[in-house]
């Protein structure tokens, strides 16, 4: 169920941390604002859906966009670190499942484990020991995969 829910989220990307107005047209400001921070210009038809989801409470909603392919999706995440670099408050993520994202926290904590990413619909984990990338699914027993992989 897991890989088909991510698999459904492929095309899409969230944007963290863009101020709320009254009756904001969110198409229009994820266009703008694509185009401003790291000039990428989205025509109508390149966007499917760009509506807010729930966060965390006190701070702004995400913005959620699905576009029409990878392609355009790739061609905006190519430059989330131009964001990041510009310190704005603004981040561009994927949209990852929460067993997913619960796998990503997990993998952060394990002292084996140097670093923890999402790509591609995979979860992936560098390990400290030989700085080997492995795959990880949110069946493995992590403990087990590491041993497995760390020689």
Same mark, same amino acid.
């Given at each position: 169920?897991?890989? =088909?829910?991510?698999?459904?989220?492929?095309? =899409?990307?969230?944007?963290?941390?863009?101020?709320?107005?009254?009756?904001?047209?969110?198409?229009?400001?994820?266009? !703008?604002?694509?185009?401003? @921070? #790291? =000039?990428? $210009?989205?025509?109508? &038809?390149? %966007?499917?859906?760009?509506? &807010? %989801?729930?966060?965390?409470?006190?701070?702004? *909603?995400? %913005?959620?966009?699905?576009?029409?392919? @990878?392609?355009?999706?790739? *061609?905006?995440? &190519?430059? *989330?670190?131009?964001? /990041?670099?510009?310190?704005?408050?603004?981040?561009?993520? !994927? !949209?990852?499942?929460?067993? =997913?994202?619960? +796998?990503?926290?997990?993998? +952060?904590?394990?002292?084996? %484990?140097?670093?923890?990413?999402?790509?591609? $619909?995979?979860?992936?984990?560098?390990? @400290?020991?030989?700085?080997? &990338?492995?795959?990880?699914? #949110?069946?493995?027993? #992590?403990? *087990?995969? #590491? /041993? $497995?992989?760390?020689?």
């Amino acid at each position: 169920g897991n890989h =088909n829910e991510q698999y459904s989220r492929k095309h =899409n990307f969230k944007i963290m941390g863009v101020n709320e107005k009254d009756k904001e047209n969110t198409w229009k400001l994820v266009q !703008d604002l694509l185009k401003s @921070t #790291i =000039n990428v $210009g989205l025509d109508d &038809r390149e %966007i499917v859906a760009a509506h &807010r %989801i729930p966060g965390i409470k006190g701070k702004p *909603r995400p %913005i959620i966009v699905k576009v029409a392919n @990878t392609n355009i999706k790739a *061609r905006v995440m &190519r430059k *989330r670190s131009v964001i /990041k670099q510009k310190g704005s408050g603004l981040k561009l993520v !994927d !949209d990852v499942t929460r067993p =997913n994202t619960e +796998l990503i926290t997990a993998l +952060l904590k394990h002292s084996e %484990i140097s670093s923890a990413w999402y790509f591609n $619909g995979s979860v992936f984990g560098k390990l @400290t020991s030989n700085e080997k &990338r492995v795959k990880f699914d #949110i069946l493995d027993d #992590i403990d *087990r995969k #590491i /041993k $497995g992989h760390s020689k």
